[in-house]
């Protein structure tokens, strides 16, 4: 029989839904606890997934002795102290992404989660999706051969999120790089195979989401009066192993589509991840390889299932803490350079 996990939910809005549907299709997993500083949303959530127990404050939760795991689900803001309490209280953690405000934040909960009886996994999906899986093993078989560049693109035509407080800074520390862009890095940096990253460059530009709109949008109304985030970051990543990466983030590109992908290119083979194909050399050809088939999961189930089973200690996590880290950095320092105009290091 499996061994039981009882969860936690701190902050039951729109990603917490997505998280308690997929634990609750996993043999004796029990969404025990929700908390949530909004009645509303709290109520909402309870009653839809049968939660026995609500807390307005996560200190209160954490202290129910039928709880062994947490998912972190609020605003970025408030991804690190619920964390941070979390791990304390001997719970496994897993805070969704990005991982924090900032890098210092987010190795306190790495430091927290090496002094704590429980673990510390990221909210990752990307890396997880069938198509970066499939990839992943390409480049693992040497089939890509040295990985020299990753194209990250995260771009919205136009989709200013209208809920939420995406476009506040001092609530989210940044706009489409640090809410979209981090997915795409995220799968990069996986499929790179993790090299240290050493240095990064950007540019960002804020000129829609901060005034009113009536262009017809799936998401209109934002509130522009208090957005103070990019629309569009254009950024340059070094690592130590002589890759680099560029980044292309916005809700608000001025392009033909929405496009969300990664191109790798390395010195035998180049591939994409939508749709997943790989560029070779055969038989003195050069061949587009597509795979014929793939799994058919959906990421986010994966991710709910892979944190399960790491608890359980079925296997590790393909999305530890420290890779968390690692992207956390990377976003500082590009936000980092454009506030000062220069390339900027990563220790
Ligand atoms: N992995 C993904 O694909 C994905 C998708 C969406 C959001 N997210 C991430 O999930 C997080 C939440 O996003 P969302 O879209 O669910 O936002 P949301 O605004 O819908 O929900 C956040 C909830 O947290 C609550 N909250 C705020 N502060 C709190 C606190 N101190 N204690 C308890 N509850 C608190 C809010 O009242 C709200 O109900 C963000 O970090 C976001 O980046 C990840």
């Known amino acids: ?68 795991a947490v998912t972190v689900c609020t605003p970025n803001i408030a991804h690190k102290e619920p964390t941070i309490a979390a791990l304390k209280a001997g719970k496994h953690v897993m805070v969704e992404k990005p991982m924090a405000m900032n ?50 693109q995260a771009l919205r035509r136009l989709g200013i999120p209208n809920w939420g407080v995406f476009g506040r800074k001092e609530l989210q520390a940044g706009g489409p790089l640090i809410d979209i862009g981090v997915h795409l890095i995220e799968c990069a940096h996986f499929l790179m195979r993790e ?59 001025h392009i033909e589509e929405t496009t969300f992908n990664v191109q790798i290119m390395g010195e035998k083979g180049g591939c994409t991840l939508h749709p997943p194909k790989i560029f070779r050399n055969e038989a003195g050809t050069m061949v587009n390889v597509e795979p014929a088939y793939m799994g058919k999961w959906k990421s986010m189930t994966k991710k709910i299932q892979d944190w399960i089973a790491f608890i359980r200690g079925e296997r590790e996590t393909q999305c530890p803490a420290e890779a968390g880290l690692m992207i956390q950095k990377i976003l500082d320092a590009l936000y980092r350079s454009a506030e000062e105009g220069r390339e900027v290091p990563i220790a």
Request: charged share 25%; aromatic share 10%.
């Open 103 to 152: 890098a210092e934040e987010a190795q306190a909960m790495v430091d927290a989660a090496s002094e704590s009886e429980g673990t510390l996994t990221m909210g990752f999906q990307y890396r997880l999706s069938p198509g970066a899986q499939t990839l992943k093993r390409f480049v693992d078989d040497g089939q890509i051969g040295k990985v020299m560049f990753a194209r990250v």
């Open 195 to 253: 090299p240290k990253p050493v240095a990064a460059s950007a540019r960002m530009f804020t000129y829609a989401g901060n005034k009113p709109s009536d262009v017809d949008c799936p998401w209109p109304d934002w509130d522009y009066e208090t957005y103070n985030v990019e629309d569009l970051a254009v950024g340059f990543v070094r690592f130590d192993n002589g890759a680099v990466m560029s980044v292309e983030s916005s809700f608000v590109a």
């Open 1 to 68: 029989m499996p061994q039981r996990v009882r969860v936690g939910v701190i902050g039951t809005g729109g990603i917490a839904g997505s998280q308690a549907r997929n634990l609750l299709a996993i043999e004796d997993v029990e969404v025990v606890a929700g908390c949530d500083i909004s009645e509303e949303a709290l109520a909402k959530f309870a009653e839809k997934y049968e939660v026995p127990h609500r807390f307005a404050d996560y200190n209160e939760m954490l202290q129910l002795d039928e709880l062994d």
